[in-house]
């Protein structure tokens, strides 16, 4: 009778305890997880023996993991800066700078050329008009190619008056232009004062030079004043610095350069057996997101002796110039300056434009 008083007993406990269990289970994690349809379904903790219930049986699957492939967007172009010199170097309208036009993104062999159109007035029936393209490759090398027409305005009319109407010479000469750049020192490569340093060597060949001399040989000919070839070459080391300026926290491009050549009148009117050295240099001032402004000087050297009426001194050139950036393909400035003597004219007031567009 004990016995069975006991089993009772015992039964009866476990009765009472099975509704506890229930209740602590759903307490849990699993509660949580709401309507379970599937063992798969469920959201259990990782390491759990439930987990691990979940995994398919069988042979085992290997789970990739995706590899996420960043595309790179293509660089933006840069403003259509700097111009286009009369030489077909990168720079201001005389003078050049050490930066390239139109390099492309570091790590790019090129992007597209430049080509531009320019038209300098130099007063007294004489003009200048030269078409340049160049370009650029590596962010190390650039090639170029300037074609001018200067016109001589008055001067043949001088001729035809001093000659006593005996002489009659060409209104026009053209002048090449060929031009390879060297970056030998980039732009803050050896630390944040270091400038970038470019080399240049440009090939010119006059068109109508050697005829005008001909022309002239009845009164000496241009060699009577120094004159002894119709081509040269000019080397030309240039280094420039960006800096910020404070308070107005706009940047401003400083350029200072040598150079070695025998032109006169950059080669237009020929040139000489003895090369001499000049300097020359601009400032560069963003004003605005949109228009920057510059000052440049080029000194000049006298490389024939002075023709009163025919040939004058040469004088030192200095100018100023607007450049507006229309979009980051084309830009276009006007310039004024001083250009000293230039044949039989003192030109103190030229005016000029540009036109330049980058593919």
Aim: neutral net charge.
């Amino acid at each position: 009778m004990r016995l069975v008083n006991r089993l009772s007993m015992l039964l009866l406990l476990a009765f009472l305890c099975v509704p506890a269990v229930a209740d602590q289970a759903e307490s849990g994690w699993l509660a949580a997880a709401g309507e379970i349809q599937t063992p798969a379904d469920l959201n259990s903790p990782n390491g759990t023996w439930l987990a691990q219930a979940t995994q398919p049986k069988g042979p085992a699957t290997v789970v990739k993991e995706e590899k996420v492939v960043k595309v790179q967007e293509p660089a933006k172009k840069g403003p259509p800066l700097p111009l286009h010199t009369i030489e077909g170097a990168g720079g201001t309208l005389t003078v050049p700078v050490a930066y390239l036009i139109n390099p492309g993104p570091e790590g790019s062999i090129t992007r597209g050329p430049a080509v531009s159109y320019t038209f300098i007035d130099t007063g007294h029936q004489k003009n200048l008009m030269v078409a340049a393209v160049s370009q650029s490759f590596f962010q190390r090398f650039e090639v170029s190619y300037a074609l001018g027409r200067f016109y001589l305005g008055t001067l043949p009319h001088v001729i035809r008056k001093v000659s006593g109407g005996a002489l009659h010479i060409r209104d026009e000469v053209w002048l090449n232009q060929f031009r390879g750049t060297a970056v030998i020192i980039k732009e803050n490569e050896f630390g944040s004062w270091c400038p970038q340093v470019t080399a240049s060597a440009i090939f010119k060949y006059n068109q109508g030079i050697d005829n005008l001399d001909k022309e002239l040989q009845p009164i000496g000919g241009l060699r009577a004043s120094g004159y002894r070839r119709h081509y040269g070459v000019d080397y030309t080391l240039t280094l420039s610095k960006m800096v910020v300026m404070p308070l107005i926290e706009r940047p401003f491009i400083f350029t200072v350069g040598g150079r070695n050549s025998s032109a006169s009148n950059i080669g237009y009117t020929g040139f000489t057996d003895n090369a001499v050295f000049s300097v020359e240099g601009s400032v560069i001032c963003m004003v605005t997101d949109k228009l920057a402004a510059f000052y440049e000087f080029r000194q000049k050297s006298n490389p024939y002796s002075r023709v009163p009426g025919v040939v004058g001194d040469e004088g030192n050139w200095h100018g100023a110039a607007l450049a507006y950036i229309v979009n980051p393909n084309l830009v276009v400035a006007v310039a004024y300056g001083r250009m000293g003597e230039v044949g039989n004219t003192d030109v103190d007031g030229a005016w000029g434009f540009q036109i330049k567009y980058e593919f």
